[in-house]
Nanobody
Framework: QVQLVESGGGSVQAGGSLRLSCAAS????????MGWFRQAPGKEREGVSH????????YYSDSVKGRFTISRDNAKNTLYLQLNSLKPEDTAMYYC??????????????????WGQGTQVTVSS
């Protein structure tokens, strides 16, 4: 079955960096648009970034644009999210997700059918 396993979360101070990874199995990784979402306590889950099947096209939410970088390695079936200049408001559980739909900048979580269990990112001031 499809498995998406996130790793790389942790606790950092504001201004610090983390690199999240998502290892995928049970699906043809290169055939899926991949995305990162996050959910802070008491808030709804929101989209952070997603990337096309080839990695050529990316989308970032305004809140992370210029600080986060999404990438993928189709040979390793792995999705990444580099988090730089972290802020306390970035504190959340981060989830990776896979979509069988074609990439477009306006994809929402409803477009993603497979989800990981999440990795926690905590940023202290």
């Amino acid at each position: 079955q499809v498995q998406l396993v996130e790793s790389g979360g942790g606790s950092v101070q504001a201004g610090g960096s983390l690199r999240l990874s998502c290892a995928a199995s049970g699906l043809s990784f290169g055939s899926y648009v991949m995305g990162w979402f996050r959910q802070a306590p008491g808030k709804e889950r929101e989209g952070v970034s997603h990337v096309s099947r080839s990695g050529m096209y990316t989308y970032y939410s305004d809140s992370v644009k210029g600080r986060f970088t999404i990438s993928r390695d189709n040979a390793k079936n792995t999705l990444y999210l580099q988090l730089n200049s972290l802020k306390p408001e970035d504190t959340a559980m981060y989830y990776c997700a896979a979509s069988g739909r074609s990439f477009n900048p306006y994809m929402s979580q409803r477009d993603f059918g497979y989800w990981g269990q999440g990795t926690q990112v905590t940023v202290s001031s």
